[in-house]
């Protein structure tokens, strides 16, 4: 109970800071927005196989939009020099790392909230039927991209060009995670059985443990460099 507390009093700083500045969550949503935008006019709704299409839309909206979030988890703490301050918190790295990951998984969901509910307008699609599939599916594909994304911006954080090193970081190791996450996504918006997306949730669930347990043997390591 001590360490969830701990560990929420890290999260409610960023929330705080980001509330008051409110940078990061306003590029990302605008940022997908443009994006889809862009889709929307180039595609259409008119267009036969749109179904199949629009997961991998969805995704690569997401993973863009959050990589513009990503670089704010510790970048942010290196440039107002309070990382070290960070480090003596009460809280061991494992529980810094856990805060930025939880930090940095609300707001990519809040980013993929309003991404999809544009989403839904714009290509015309009623999501409702199957919202629940859907929200475990992004929900994983989120925690997975959160749980490495927080590891690699520890990483570039002291780095001059953090953004463009983030990406190349993230991109490689994530599209695993990426193409089963719109294979899962087609599946149910095919309308075919729930059981036929059990494999991809399979793969989703094993990354995200893969990730964590990366973080959880390097962290340490990273962070105090």
């Known amino acids: 109970m001590i360490f969830i507390r701990k560990l929420w009093a890290i999260v409610w700083k960023d929330l705080l800071s980001e509330l008051r500045t409110k ?4 590029s990302m949503c605008l940022f997908s927005f443009l994006v889809l935008i862009i889709f929307s006019f180039a595609l259409g709704t008119e267009v036969m196989d749109l179904k199949t299409i629009v997961p991998g839309i969805l995704w690569v909206v997401f993973i863009f939009s959050g990589l513009m979030g990503l670089g704010r988890a510790f970048g942010a703490e290196r440039d107002k020099g309070t990382l070290s301050g960070l480090l003596l918190c009460p809280l061991s790295p494992w529980g810094i790392y856990l805060a930025k990951v939880v ?3 609300i707001f990519t969901a809040i980013m993929e909230i309003f991404t999809l509910s544009i989403f839904i307008i714009l290509f015309n699609l009623n999501l409702l039927p199957v919202l629940l599939p859907i929200g475990l599916i992004i929900f994983l594909g989120t925690l997975g991209f959160s749980a490495i994304g927080t590891l690699f911006s520890a ?3 002291a780095t001059k060009s953090r953004d463009t090193i983030l990406s190349i970081l993230v991109f490689p190791i994530t599209v695993p995670m990426l193409i089963a996450a719109v294979k899962a996504t087609e599946t149910i918006l095919a309308g075919k059985a729930v059981a036929e997306v ?8 094993a990354f995200d443990l ?3 347990l990366i973080a959880y043997l390097t962290f340490t390591f990273i962070i105090e460099e």
């Open 23 to 26: 940078e990061m969550i306003l």
């Open 103 to 105: 930090g940095t998984f």
């Open 155 to 157: 990483m570039s954080a």
């Open 198 to 205: 059990y494999p991809s949730l399979k793969i989703l669930i």
């Open 210 to 212: 893969i990730y964590l």
